[in-house]
């Protein structure tokens, strides 16, 4: 059993009650159970099993075990079983790596950035130093939204365009003369999402 506080919810049925109706009341106190312990996870002042801190940020135990290794996350302590025990603040830590990642970091270049600000001669280096990876990839996220918004609304009009086959294209009609279809008076040129499909 884990060395953390149990909850356990005693379910109460009328007398009475029908299967159903006892089976209804134990599900809703499951789900309070369930609530109350994701609640937990975030408490002030409680420490983490390494298994509720991957559970918490999605991620699994081993990427978290890979963090430690790298020296991007420690344990607060260990417990008299010996298990790593988290506080909240490598809640914060493991989510800012994610959220690192998802611009395009590898861990390697999360470590030597950690490293970085573990070895500025101040805080204000070590903000500096954030400071510019962060508007490097700020650029990079404006621009590749830019890009994103571009193919968003190329998809939309090639929906527009696919939605009109249905009703105005023939049966018998060769696929070879979809790119050029004159059945679209009112785009006569496909969008290429819909012209690159059908050119060899």
Known sequence: MSERNSHRHLVIVAPGSTPEAAAHASDVASRAASSL??????????LLLVGDLAKAVGKTVRAIHLYEELGLVRAHERSKGRYRLFTRDAL??????????????????IRALVRGQNDAASAKFAAMRLREVYVAKLVETQHKLSELKALESELE?????????????????????CPTCERHPEQSNPPELVAGSRVN
């Open 92 to 109: 914060v830590r493991v989510r800012w790596i994610i959220k690192l990642q998802s611009l395009g970091l590898s861990l390697s270049d």
């Open 37 to 46: 312990s994701s609640a937990s996870v975030f408490s002030d002042g409680e």
């Open 157 to 177: 009009a090639s929906l527009r365009f696919l939605s009109t086959c249905h009703s105005a294209c023939e049966s018998e009609a060769s696929v070879d003369s």
